[in-house]
C-alpha cells in the first residue's frame, strides 16, 4: 500500500520559511518522479516544483528563487524548502509520486501566509 504523508505546513508572516516533508512507504522515491502542487481556494491545483529519478528539478515561475525541491533518498523522503513566502503561497500543497502509468498524491497540508 503505498502512502505519501506530508507534513510541516502551518501558518508564517510574509517573507519567514517553512520546510514541507513528504514521507513516502510503499514506493521507492529515488525511482519515482516526485512533485509537489498546491491548491488555493477556488483555483486549480497546480504544479509547485518536481525532481526527477536522475535528480533533475523545474519549478514554476512564481517560485523560482524561493523555494527549493530536494530528496532523502535515506529516510524516502522529499522536501519543499520554502523562502521569502507571500501571501499568494498560501495554498493546500499536495505531494505527488509518479512512475509509468502510476501516480499517488499525499493527503495535503496547509500553508497560510499572513501577518
Known amino acids: 500500500q503505498v502512502q505519501l504523508v506530508e507534513s510541516g505546513g502551518g501558518l508564517v508572516q510574509p517573507g519567514g520559511s517553512l520546510r514541507l516533508s513528504c514521507a513516502a512507504s510503499g514506493i521507492v522515491v529515488s525511482i519515482y518522479k516526485m512533485g509537489w502542487y498546491r491548491q488555493a481556494p477556488g483555483k486549480q491545483r497546480g504544479l509547485v516544483a518536481f525532481i526527477t529519478s536522475g535528480g533533475n528539478t523545474n519549478y514554476a515561475d512564481s517560485v523560482k528563487g524561493r523555494f527549493t525541491i530536494s530528496r532523502d533518498n535515506a529516510k524516502n523522503t522529499v522536501y519543499l524548502q520554502m523562502n521569502s513566502l507571500k501571501p499568494e503561497d498560501t495554498a493546500v500543497y499536495y505531494c505527488?509520486?509518479?512512475?509509468?502509468?502510476?501516480?499517488?498524491w499525499g493527503q495535503g497540508t496547509q500553508v497560510t501566509v499572513s501577518s
Open positions: 505527488k509520486a509518479n512512475f509509468a502509468s502510476y501516480a499517488y
